[in-house]
């Protein structure tokens, strides 16, 4: 009977200690954080031991009414994947803001609560609950954003709330159909029994909708210019939670939702949207100057490749789904050092900053592994996940888009790695400021990513339950693709990118207003409409 | 009252939506299209003259009770977004000193 009550209780914890620490305002209370998310690791870590029994498919009905009409709890080994991963980000945000914000209520009152909302979220099997919980995410992620309270973060707060609350009324839209033509709203009733037939339908309408709602939360090609202002304006533990794991909200419900519909037409245009999301994300990030905002646009390139990686032509998933998990360590770690460098020199023009490595040694070796993540060595895990997304994708030509990704990702980051040397010429003196954010969470996820480029085929085997056997790391062509890519990547940089040619400036100064966000939104929904045409 | 009229109110919102350059313009056009919304949802459980969904004896002609439960939820979130988005608005008003997009966008924070 407990166990069958650990997915509510995993929902509740969070939040009734949130609501509790709010309440008393005492900052001792504020301890009572490490507690609940201890509880909830241990439920969580004994509810998968108890998923393993049950054949790896949970449902929990509250209020025992019929299927149709209930609200049903499902667990299934992707959900538990994303619990795990949820509990992870939060254990890092706490520690790492532990310091700065101990005394601070309010903070860990918002951040619990989002955490209890984003369990539901992860859990939840009807589309109306769906909807609930994403709407109180973006709410408090919202009052995250602007929680300095500076002019730009309230603008970007702004920015965030109204387009991504427009954006999710259409999936409101996409339900009433659904719920017009199959008379339920549960996920699990309806998996299998649209009627997908040909043709511009109202189940094709509903699906267009939907999709259209959350490529707007996930950042998708024409809707994403609500990400690299929210990303830079927040709070770098926010921005680190934001790009790590609440963009990767919107992907998640794609996953439930394109296995609820099984439309197979769509896999095409997606796999084109994700590529251009990932060029146009990657084009706009060698742009910038600013570390948070290569960093942001960075996650939009990254976005894209998951985008490939969740739609191969045979229907698996996993290449998609790992690179979620490998995207949220190394960026939520490269969003921590970077908040810890600007703290500390003031700064974040990655054209001023140098001498990272003598002033912060650790942050920079760990800001070298996020690079050699990211950008796909051997032995790190970034090229795990990027292995198997080329293995599915038949077609020569995306592999090599994939490819021509990899370059843009190196020299962008080309940029960041700048900071780290010290020219010895260079007579500036920096106030650096020694700041009281741990640098454990940074240690901690930069060994998890060599952990998972080491050791994937065990984590593969406990939560995906896959068999990862076709990947070498001791290949000699990758590793040759890896250097030529590293040295194409380097020269970009210094021979062009370096020069700051007017194009390039022109790129950085690119504002689109919000007007024009919602015809690029109107734009989207059209341009999916004529493909099902 | 077909579901045609809801989808003319959410068209009136989009439109709205895509042209208004005050940012107060544009949080009423959003509440106009979660209004249309949830008349669009209304509508579905609609059947004529029906009875009260509350089942005392044998009650044939029922409404769907299940849109009018779910649209009170998405009232109460509609009016928390719009509360906090009117919020953000005067702390907008406090730093910049304006309420349009395109002068918002050419002021530094």
Known sequence: MFMDLIPVLIILIPVVTGVFIYITRHYKFNMLVFLAQSIVTGLALRYYFYLGRLKGEVFL????????????????????????????????????????????????????????????????????????FIEITTIISTILILYKMTGESVRAGLYYLLFNSAGIMFFLIGMAFIYYSEGTLSINELTGKINISQGLNLTNISYISIIAAIGVKSAFFPVYNWLPKAHSAAPSVISALLSGLLVKSGLYVFIRINSMYGLESFREFFIILGLITAISGGIFAISQKDIKQILAFSTVSQIGIIMIGLNQLDGNIIGGVFHIINHAFFKSMLFLSAGIIIKTYKERDTTVIRGVLYELPLVGIFILIGFFSISGMPF??????????????????????????????????????????KPKGLNVRYKVKRCNNSKVPVVILGFLCIILGIFYQPIGRLLLRTEIKYIDLFDLKEWSIYSSKLITGYIIYKYVIKKDYSL????????????????????FITIMLLWKL | MSPILSFIIILIGLYGMVTSENIIKSIICFSIIETALILLFLNLGNVGLGDIPIIIEETPNMVDPLPQALMITTIVIGASTTALAFMISIKIFHYYGTLEWDELLEREG
């Open chain 1, 380 to 421: 790190f895990n970034g090229f795990i996940s990027k292995s198997i997304i080329k293995y599915g994708v038949y077609s020569e030509f995306i592999i090599y888009a994939i490819h021509f990704i990899d370059i843009l990702t190196i020299t962008y980051f080309m940029k960041i790695l700048q900071v780290l040397n």
């Open chain 1, 504 to 523: 390039i400036k022109k790129i950085r100064k690119t504002n689109i207003s919000f007007s024009n966000t919602n015809y690029l939104f109107i734009l």
């Open chain 1, 61 to 132: 009905n509250l209020g025992n009414w019929s299927e149709k009409i209930s609200i049903v709890l499902k667990n299934d080994y992707l959900s538990m994947t994303f619990i795990f991963l949820t509990i992870i980000m939060w254990w890092m945000v706490i520690i790492y803001s532990w310091k700065e914000r101990k005394k601070d209520s309010k903070f860990y009152f918002f951040l619990l609560f989002l955490e209890g909302v984003f369990f539901g979220l992860l859990q939840t099997n009807d589309l109306f609950n769906l909807f609930v």
